[in-house]
T-cell receptor
Framework: AQSVTQPDIHITVSEGASLELRCNYS??????LFWYVQSPGQGLQLLLK??????LVQGIKGFEAEFKRSQSSFNLRKPSVHWSDAAEYFC???????????FGAGTRLAVHP | EAGVVQSPRYKIIEKKQPVAFWCNPI?????LYWYRQNLGQGPELLIR????????DSQLPKDRFSAERLKGVDSTLKIQPAELGDSAVYLC??????????FGPGTRLTVL
């Protein structure tokens, strides 16, 4: 069965520091991969997605993610974190297409001034 | 354009009571999804509609949950009767030709 693992439940970084959120997936073929962000009381907002092609994907708000097939990973990165980035981040996989998203448990990001 | 609209935003009920959630998707989006998000977890798909047809309801607990999308636009998710374990955030999402899913703000249900 397909699954998504986000190993870090909570991460705290200082404002201006770099960020990497980890995501590993389990799927026989190359799935479609997504990162969403959820702020308190808000719905999920799509940050970026990977279908094929260039393994480094650029998203909104200065985020990027790199697909590594050999590691079954799709880690999210940002070179310099802003206080407004504090939120919960979800990695998701869609086996064979968009129509069913399987989410990880999320990583809660706190940003210290 | 307007995003996915959900109401109510919050609902507190006693167990065994019925409850209903409403979703209005983005205009022109034919595909509508209901997800449940338990505390500390990622969302899990309950049901997916293509226009009026429920094409994936394998994760919907059909003994107490029901959903409808009568005219292929708005949708209602109902729980009757509610149980303590139903406390969660219920998210609605929609997608169009690009298949990217856009989420509403959710309804936070508390069952006492």
């Amino acid at each position: 069965a397909q699954s998504v693992t986000q190993p870090d439940i909570h991460i705290t970084v200082s404002e201006g520091a770099s960020l990497e959120l980890r995501c590993n997936y389990s799927y026989g073929a190359t799935p479609y991969l997504f990162w969403y962000v959820q702020s308190p009381g808000q719905g999920l907002q799509l940050l970026l997605k990977y279908f094929s092609g260039d393994t480094l994907v650029q998203g909104i708000k200065g985020f990027e993610a790199e697909f590594k097939r050999s590691q079954s990973s799709f880690n999210l990165r940002k070179p310099s974190v802003h206080w407004s980035d504090a939120a919960e981040y979800f990695c998701a996989v869609s086996p064979g297409g968009y129509n069913k998203l399987i989410f990880g448990a999320g990583t809660r990001l706190a940003v210290h001034p | 354009e307007a995003g996915v609209v959900q109401s109510p935003r919050y609902k507190i009920i006693e167990k065994k009571q019925p409850v209903a959630f409403w979703c209005n998707p983005i205009s022109g989006h034919n595909t509508l999804y209901w997800y449940r998000q338990n505390l500390g977890q990622g969302p899990e798909l309950l049901i997916r509609y293509e226009n009026e047809e429920a094409v994936d309801d394998s994760q919907l607990p059909k003994d107490r949950f029901s959903a409808e999308r009568l005219k292929g636009v708005d949708s209602t998710l109902k729980i009757q009767p509610a149980e303590l374990g139903d406390s969660a955030v219920y998210l609605c999402a929609s997608s169009g030709v690009t298949d990217t899913q856009y989420f509403g703000p959710g309804t936070r249900l508390t069952v006492l």
